[in-house]
């Protein structure tokens, strides 16, 4: 990664690799919008492209937060946007990564992987007062994602079930949480998967088991946390499974809402 700049606590990169992630000890702080005010680099963010709104989402937004855990914006502006250089802010030793997105493709991404699932699952924990940053001209459409937080976070849910079924038997085959073959597997998905199965079963996140499972890559689990963590993605597999609604269905209900919105460019 490259250093650009540094003033007032945050920090400027760009060419950050996940090889560049490390863990920190600074308790961690939720961003809030006082916080994104003060950031000096906001302009690297804006891109001068129109934002209507900033949210604040990932481990913080779901309470799951450790030593390695960072922030994700998504940044909404009125129409596409892919930056030509990826800029990164660092605050309070962590890094601070952003992702543009529009309201009418939030459902079609362009990558279907399972992380930009499980970013789009998150918004069933959104709130009225939690962006960083508001135009007000387009508050109608803040309110307009908040009334749909559901309806989103449970299109992300149905369309996480090939991705996330494939990887769950992969760990169901695995008899021991020191077998080495575990080691090939993306250990990281795991602990998303517990939370995204909390949610759609209608519990309260288990903070720490999703803490200790996320730690597994690093801290083997023991083998009784291991049988708790396949009996859970046992119980995720025949929820999804057993879950009737047509994600076609749920999709145009979101498409035929966002064209009733007439967004403004």
């Not at 700049?5 to 400027?12: D, F, T, V």
């Not at 490390?22 to 961690?28: E, H, N, Q």
């Not at 800029?87 to 309201?103: A, E, P, S």
């Not at 908040?146 to 769950?168: E, Q, T, V, W």
Request: net charge positive; with cysteine.
């Amino acid at each position: 990664m490259k250093k650009l700049a540094e003033k007032n606590g945050w920090i400027l990169y760009t060419d950050v690799t996940a090889d560049d992630e490390k863990a920190t000890y600074l308790p961690y702080k939720p961003l809030t919008k006082e916080i994104f005010d003060e950031c000096p680099f906001k302009e690297y963010i804006f891109q001068n492209q129109t934002v209507m709104f900033i949210l604040p989402l990932g481990s913080g937004l779901l309470g799951i937060t450790d030593a390695y855990s960072d922030y994700d914006l998504a940044v909404f502006v009125t129409k596409p946007y892919t930056p030509k250089v990826h800029y990164v802010l660092g605050y309070n030793g962590r890094f601070m990564h952003w992702y543009y997105k529009t309201i009418d493709k939030l459902i079609e991404p362009e990558d279907e992987k399972l992380l930009t699932f499980y970013g789009l699952f998150q918004y069933k924990y959104l709130y009225d007062d939690l962006p960083v940053y508001l135009d007000t001209q387009y508050k109608d459409y803040w309110q307009f994602i908040l009334a749909n937080k559901d309806l989103i976070s449970k299109i992300s849910a149905k369309s996480m079930f090939l991705p996330m079924y494939f990887l769950i038997e992969l760990l169901l085959n695995i008899k021991s949480p020191f077998d080495k073959k575990l080691s090939n597997l993306p250990l990281k998905a795991y602990s998303k998967a517990l939370s995204v199965y909390y949610s759609i079963n209608n519990e309260p996140i288990d903070i720490q088991f999703v803490l200790r499972v996320k730690k597994m890559r690093f801290v083997p689990l023991t083998m009784p946390e291991f049988e708790r963590l396949k009996a859970t993605l046992r119980a995720f597999i025949k929820l999804l499974e057993s879950d009737k609604d047509d994600i076609k269905k749920l999709a145009d209900e979101w498409n035929a809402n966002v064209k009733s919105l007439k967004l403004k460019q």
